[in-house]
């Protein structure tokens, strides 16, 4: 499996494309053929509403469409820089693909400097988790439902699903409520059932407004610098124990500590 040039675009299953971003090298994502589409294509259509109430299922709706032109007006004003493209270069070079991790504030600038490249990401099964991921679908993410706290094992059946069909997999790592800041164990799950490497992730901004949540989330300013960083790629053996998963567990928690210690 080799990563295809950054100017080939490549059609993603809900029909969009993979765009680099602006002036940035990102190593392209090799996508999977037609056929292992139908697996995972219910990630990436909005999921149901019915146990909502009325005002709560608008409010969800209005929620995504704010959240989409809140990330469409501000990201494309940002200077970005990418740090660590080799990591992921590497692991395309491996014939495997990346789990990625990052911090929960974080999502707004993740979502725009990864968007179009098809990346299922582990939302929470909540109102709010709705639509965050109304939101992200509409930058080519899928959604796959459920958190630490909430329908985690079907989710991350899931996103074992989404990986065997040849497609990368995602994780805000301390969501959906916390604690600020501390790895929680399932992204070191996945990779233990696909063989697949962690990637620790991190989105540095020089500037953005902190909102008074539990997560301290970041809203870029405009025209703010920003700066993608990609660490060294963790492995988790695939006949690994609890004392393995807990030991890639802390090796994320550190490479998270250490990006958030050098850079923020």
Same mark, same amino acid.
Request: hydrophobic share 40%; proline share 8%.
């Given at each position: ?22 002036? %940035?090298? !990102?190593?392209? @994502?090799?996508?999977?053929? &037609? ?8 990630? $990436?259509?909005? =999921? ?70 098809? %990346?299922? !990401?582990?939302? @929470?099964?909540?109102?709010? &988790? ?8 509409? $930058?080519?993410? =899928? ?93 988790? =053996? ?27």
């Amino acid at each position: 499996m080799h990563a295809r040039p950054d100017t080939r675009p490549t059609a993603a299953p809900n029909g969009r494309y993979t765009e680099p971003a602006k002036g %940035i090298r !990102v190593p392209a @994502s090799p996508l999977p053929p &037609g056929d292992a589409h139908e697996g995972v294509r219910e990630f $990436y259509r909005p =999921g149901p509403l019915d146990e909502y109430t009325l005002t709560q299922r608008l409010t969800i709706r209005v929620a995504a469409i704010a959240c989409q032109a809140l990330i469409a007006m501000i990201g494309p004003t940002l200077r970005w820089e990418f740090r660590g493209a080799e990591h992921l270069d590497a692991i395309y070079r491996s014939g495997r693909l990346p789990i990625y991790c990052f911090f929960h504030n974080r999502i707004l600038a993740t979502t725009w400097f990864w968007r179009r490249r098809d %990346i299922v !990401v582990m939302t @929470s099964k909540s109102f709010d &988790g709705e639509w965050i991921g109304r939101c992200i679908q509409r $930058y080519g993410y =899928g959604a796959a439902r459920g958190s630490s706290t909430r329908g985690a094992v079907g989710a991350l059946i899931g996103l074992n699903r989404a990986m065997r069909a040849g497609f990368e997999v995602a994780f805000t790592v301390d969501g959906p409520k916390g604690p600020l800041y501390v790895v929680k164990p399932g992204p070191a799950s996945v990779a233990r059932k696909t063989g697949n490497p962690i990637l620790p992730v991190s989105l540095i901004l020089e500037k953005y407004w902190e909102v008074g949540s539990w997560d301290r989330f970041q809203i870029p300013k405009p025209f703010s610098r920003a700066m993608a960083i990609a660490a060294p790629p963790i492995d988790v =053996g695939l006949n690994a124990d609890d004392e393995g998963l807990e030991g890639a567990r802390k090796a994320v928690q550190h490479a998270l500590d250490e990006l958030r210690r050098l850079y923020d």
